[in-house]
């Protein structure tokens, strides 16, 4: 079964200073990832994907993505954080179901805090 | 276009009560899948609707059901509320292609979700 962890309950950055959340992934053909972003009760925002290609995949609001085959990983990053930036964020990986379909299993996810 | 959409997004009800919820895709999507998310658990798969049928389905009791109408909205169901089933309900919605068409990488968009307390 796939599956992706999430090693950081939370993480602080302050204000302008670049911010990483650490997402590994365990999958058994090809990898398809997400992060999605939660606020306070509100639905998840999807924010990008890797699908296949380019290691570096650039998504909304400034946030990038980098894939490492070899770690297994799929790390978040963004260059300067806003305070506005804090959050939930939640990395997901789509399940391969017989017959196609759509479900992600989802990390535990990681509240980023920014501070002033 | 219009986001997905769930309603009601508040709900209080009592144990052995029966809930429904609903919820509307994005504008020619035509599959939907519901997440319970709760504190303990996280994030959860219930099941997915595509064409009016169950797609995949995740490991919750036989209370949870759902449903999905031609105009591809859809209906989740609690019978026999359990306190244990208060929770953040979120739908989220893609085309629902096949994965020989690309489907594995769609991206589900995600409602609002609706907050449901059991008392």
């Known amino acids: 079964a796939q599956s992706v962890a999430q090693p950081e309950d939370q993480v602080n950055v302050a204000e302008g200073n670049p911010l990483t959340v650490k997402c590994t992934y365990s999958v058994s053909g090809n990898p398809y990832l997400f992060w999605y972003v939660q606020y306070p009760n509100r639905g998840l925002q999807f924010l990008l994907k890797y699908i296949t290609g380019d290691n570096l995949v650039k998504g909304s609001y400034g946030f990038e993505a980098e894939f490492n085959k070899s770690q297994t990983s799929f790390h978040l990053k963004k260059p300067s954080a806003l305070v506005s930036d804090s959050a939930l964020y939640f990395c997901a990986v789509r399940d391969e179901v017989t017959g196609g379909g759509n479900k992600l299993t989802f990390g535990t996810g990681t509240q980023l805090k920014v501070e002033l | 276009k219009a986001g997905v959409t769930q309603t009601p997004r508040y709900l209080i009800k009592t144990r052995g009560q029966q809930v429904t919820l609903s919820c509307s895709p994005i504008s020619g999507h035509r599959s939907v899948s519901w997440y319970q998310q709760t504190p303990g658990q996280g994030l959860q798969f219930l099941f997915e609707?595509?064409?009016?049928?169950?797609?995949n389905k995740g490991n919750f009791p036989g209370r949870f059901s759902g449903r999905q109408f031609s105009n591809s909205r859809s209906e989740m169901n609690v019978s026999t509320l359990e306190l244990g089933d208060s929770a953040f309900y979120l739908c989220a919605s893609s085309l629902g292609l096949k994965p020989s068409s690309g489907g594995s990488k769609e991206t589900q968009y995600f409602g609002p979700g609706t907050r449901l307390l059991v008392l």
């Open positions: 609707y595509f064409s009016e049928t169950q797609r």
